[in-house]
């Protein structure tokens, strides 16, 4: 191969990668909503759960369906169902 040609290849190289680094931090830098969400759509259902002592539970399906639509409105477009899976679920085993 010609030298020149392989300078040519890492410059073209190089940029991509500073580039690719300069998304990265942009990336790094912007909060998820979703996430943050579900991470707070976590705690709260806990907390709803703990202190629902009755047998139809409505406090706790009352936060399951308020999370669920406020999901939805920051671009979740799983069916509840699936919301509910996203709330049981773990991050940690323990």
Excluded: C
Excluded at 15 to 44: G, M, Q, T, V, Y
């Amino acid at each position: 191969m010609n030298i020149a040609r392989l300078r040519e290849i890492q410059a073209r190289f190089a940029a991509a990668a500073a580039d690719l680094e300069s998304l990265i931090a942009e990336a790094e830098k912007e909060r998820d909503p979703l996430a943050a969400h579900i991470f707070r759509a976590r705690i709260s259902y806990q907390v709803a759960a703990e202190r629902d002592q009755t047998k139809s539970q409505k406090r706790v399906e009352w936060e399951v369906d308020r999370s669920y639509q406020e999901a939805l409105k920051l671009g979740y477009r799983g069916q509840r169902g699936h919301w509910l899976v996203i709330l049981f679920s773990r991050s940690q085993p323990g």
